[in-house]
């Protein structure tokens, strides 16, 4: 039987804590959130608001939705599935930066967190959204133009607020971007690449809020890059994860 010492007793420690944590298997789940995220997002984007939503038109908007209102509905439930992906997602991207910088970790882990609560905030609209076309009797001394015009309203609502936390999450990719590119462990183009993204996300943002005319000619393509740059990372935290032994050097001087 091995003699107890507290040397042994450090390696029993230091054996279970590498036990516990494996960056690489964080990395790999880290991957597999973020691509849920991404499909999530263009789901709900596009193959439900985009489906159902008529640009102009409330009184078609409004058909649309009252002929598919669980469609609706499970286009909300799948934005919420993202923005709970997006918790154990912050902290697993604060896990995985802290050896750069850990206050720049935690910074970009709270704008993360303050877009997260933005956007399942403004889940809300969607619902009043549907809540003021269905055939409620306190609804009936209300002109249907009216509430279809409301409807829309609440629409709109919903992507200025969208845009407003995405504002937030622009902070995050220009902070992950820079730890990124800074670590060693990743590839320094996938920081480069966040980076614009970050730039790309808040610039339409504000096109948005100061010129929506410049902005609706503007998207999607400004999104592009950001959809490039996540999808990257996404995957490159699926297939390769992190260089385990610069992680670890990065962790020491650290």
Same mark, same amino acid.
């Given at each position: 039987?091995?003699?107890?010492?507290?040397?042994? *007793?450090?390696?029993?420690?230091?054996?279970?804590?590498? =036990?516990?944590?494996?960056?690489? /298997? $964080?990395?790999?789940?880290? !991957?597999?959130?973020?691509?849920? %995220?991404? %499909?999530?997002? %263009? *789901?709900?984007?596009? *193959?439900?608001? !985009?489906?159902?939503?008529?640009?102009?038109?409330?009184?078609? =908007?409004?058909?649309? %939705?009252?002929?598919?209102?669980?469609?609706?509905?499970?286009? &909300?439930?799948?934005?919420?599935?993202?923005?709970?992906?997006?918790?154990?997602?912050?902290?697993?991207? $604060?896990?995985?930066?802290?050896?750069?910088?850990?206050?720049?970790?935690? +910074?970009?882990? +709270?704008?993360?967190?303050?877009? =997260?609560?933005?956007?399942?905030?403004?889940?809300?609209?969607?619902?009043?959204?549907?809540?003021?076309?269905?055939?409620?009797?306190?609804?009936? /001394?209300?002109?249907?133009?009216?509430?279809?015009?409301?409807?829309?309203?609440? &629409?709109? +609502?919903?992507?200025?607020?969208? #845009?407003? #936390?995405?504002?937030?999450?622009?902070?995050?990719?220009?902070?992950? !971007?820079?730890?990124?590119?800074?670590?060693?462990?990743?590839?320094?183009?996938? !920081?480069?690449?966040?980076?614009?993204?970050?730039?790309?996300?808040?610039?339409? =943002?504000?096109?948005?809020? @100061?010129?929506?005319?410049?902005?609706?000619?503007?998207?999607?393509? &400004?999104?592009?890059?950001?959809?490039?740059?996540?999808?990257?990372?996404?995957?490159? @935290? +699926?297939?390769?994860?992190?260089?385990?032994?610069?992680?670890?050097?990065?962790?020491?001087?650290?």
């Amino acid at each position: 039987m091995a003699e107890f010492s507290p040397a042994n *007793f450090a390696r029993m420690n230091a054996a279970i804590r590498e =036990t516990e944590f494996s960056p690489q /298997s $964080y990395a790999r789940t880290g !991957g597999v959130l973020y691509l849920i %995220i991404i %499909i999530a997002g %263009i *789901f709900g984007e596009f *193959f439900v608001r !985009g489906k159902l939503f008529v640009p102009g038109d409330a009184t078609a =908007t409004a058909h649309q %939705i009252v002929a598919s209102p669980l469609l609706w509905r499970v286009g &909300i439930c799948v934005d919420l599935v993202m923005q709970v992906c997006d918790i154990p997602l912050m902290v697993i991207f $604060y896990v995985l930066l802290r050896p750069v910088n850990k206050h720049l970790a935690l +910074l970009n882990l +709270l704008f993360n967190l303050i877009q =997260t609560a933005v956007l399942v905030a403004n889940k809300l609209n969607l619902l009043m959204a549907l809540f003021v076309l269905a055939d409620a009797p306190y609804l009936q /001394s209300i002109d249907k133009n009216q509430l279809y015009a409301l409807s829309y309203i609440f &629409i709109k +609502l919903h992507d200025h607020g969208f #845009g407003i #936390g995405l504002i937030f999450f622009g902070f995050v990719c220009l902070v992950e !971007g820079y730890l990124i590119f800074r670590s060693g462990y990743f590839p320094k183009v996938l !920081g480069v690449l966040m980076q614009v993204a970050g730039v790309c996300y808040i610039a339409n =943002t504000f096109t948005l809020l @100061l010129d929506p005319q410049l902005a609706n000619q503007l998207f999607p393509f &400004i999104l592009m890059p950001c959809f490039i740059a996540e999808l990257a990372l996404g995957l490159w @935290l +699926l297939v390769k994860g992190v260089n385990l032994e610069k992680w670890k050097e990065r962790l020491r001087i650290g």
